[in-house]
C-alpha cells in the first residue's frame, strides 16, 4: 500500500510559477506510476499530467501543455508538478495518484491511491 501526502499548493498570480510535491510512502515507488489530477469546484476530477514508474515518458492533459511538467524523484520517493505561467482558470484542488501500470494514463480509473490534494489559488 501507498500512502501519499501532497503539499506546495496556495495562492500564485497568474504568470507566476508554483512546485506541487507528492511524498510517498513505502519502498515501493518506482512500482508506481504516477499522476497528477485537479478538480474545481462544480467540476469533475481532470488529468493533469502522468509520468511513467521510471521517469522519462510523461503525458499531458492539452490544457497544461507547455506550462506544467512533472518529474519524479524515485530516490526521494517523490513526484513534482512545476507549474509556470499559470492561469485562473487552473485554480483547482490537485491530487497526485498512485498507479500499477507501467506506463502513464490519463484515466483516474487505473489509479490505486490517492493523496488528500492541495488547493491551488491563481489570482488574476
Known amino acids: 500500500q501507498v500512502q501519499l501526502v501532497e503539499s506546495g499548493g496556495g495562492l500564485v498570480q497568474a504568470g507566476g510559477s508554483l512546485r506541487l510535491s507528492c511524498a510517498a510512502s513505502?519502498?515501493?515507488?518506482?512500482?508506481?506510476?504516477m499522476g497528477w489530477f485537479r478538480q474545481a469546484p462544480g467540476k469533475e476530477r481532470a488529468f493533469v499530467a502522468a509520468?511513467?514508474?521510471?521517469?522519462?515518458?510523461?503525458t499531458y492533459a492539452d490544457s497544461v501543455k507547455g506550462r506544467f511538467t512533472v518529474s519524479r524523484d524515485n530516490a526521494r520517493n517523490t513526484v513534482y508538478l512545476q507549474m509556470n505561467s499559470p492561469k485562473p482558470e487552473d485554480t483547482a484542488v490537485y491530487y497526485c495518484?498512485?498507479?500499477?501500470?507501467?506506463?502513464?494514463?490519463?484515466?483516474?480509473?487505473?489509479?490505486?491511491?490517492w493523496g488528500q490534494g492541495t488547493q491551488v489559488t491563481v489570482s488574476s
Open positions: 509520468i511513467r514508474r521510471s521517469g522519462g515518458r510523461t
Open positions: 495518484a498512485a498507479s500499477l501500470d507501467i506506463s502513464p494514463s490519463d484515466s483516474s480509473s487505473r489509479y490505486d491511491y
Open positions: 513505502g519502498r515501493t515507488f518506482g512500482n508506481y506510476a
